[in-house]
């Protein structure tokens, strides 16, 4: 904030320099403005900080159809694959690698998912993360207007454990899945297809239970 004086003291010509010297910073500042390299925001994300809450997702394949009640189509299908990056900008990858996964989506506002991920989290305090399953989370439908934002802080503060993707502010990775209510589960086996989709809360039976059919038991 520039001081307020008098006129006499407004000598013109340091005036002009500096106006150069100002306007050669806002050039080089808007010439880097393509660049990523984790310091600034992309257009279209929500940040805090150093930590962005959406990040860009890529979708490679067909989306699955929205999940609703009866028997599930997506069942067998094979699942989209999908890039992106966690909170903190480190790559996350939705991936058909050979590795079966149980994928949750959660929304930050849903009082749902709220009482779900500490369930989760206890669980897998207890017992440790499944052998041989990934578990991967996304956070998505991240709105900054409503409660208990951000997603990155409250995921903390649970002492959350799985990989956390940062779905776009499209919800282009929830869409892929053909999610339709929260918190939503997808179970892949090692193949990359469908075992099983279920969304609302979870028991921690139910939640082995789905683990068990990513892995292709029971």
């Not at 480190?90 to 690698?97: E, L, Q, T």
């Not at 590795?99 to 369930?119: G, I, R």
């Not at 609302?200 to 292709?216: C, K, M, P, S």
Request: aromatic content about 6%; glycine content about 12%; some cysteine.
């Amino acid at each position: 904030m520039n001081e307020k004086r008098s006129p006499r003291s407004f000598p013109l010509v340091p005036i002009a320099v500096g106006m150069i010297v100002v306007l050669g910073l806002v050039a080089v500042l808007l010439s880097r403005g393509g660049d990523d390299d984790g310091s600034g925001v992309e257009a279209g994300s929500v940040a805090t900080g150093s930590i962005r809450e959406t990040r860009p997702v890529s979708v490679a394949g067909a989306a699955l159809p929205p999940h609703g009640e009866g028997v599930d189509a997506a069942v067998g299908l094979p699942a989209p694959e999908v890039t992106g990056a966690a909170f903190d900008g480190d790559a996350v990858a939705i991936s058909n690698d050979g590795t079966p996964k149980v994928l949750m989506f959660l929304a930050h506002w849903c009082p749902h998912c709220q009482k779900e991920v500490p369930v989760v989290a206890q669980w897998i305090e207890q017992k440790g993360a499944p052998e041989g399953v990934e578990l991967v989370s996304v956070a998505t439908a991240t709105v900054a207007e409503r409660p208990n934002y951000p997603p990155s802080a409250w995921l903390e503060r649970e002492g959350w454990q799985p990989v956390v993707l940062a779905d776009d502010e499209q919800g282009s990775a929830a869409t892929a899945f053909g999610l339709t209510a929260f918190p939503f589960f997808v179970a892949l086996d090692a193949q990359g297809k469908v075992v099983e989709r279920v969304s609302g809360e979870l028991t921690v039976q139910q939640i082995e239970d789905l683990v068990a059919r990513a892995r292709g038991v029971g």
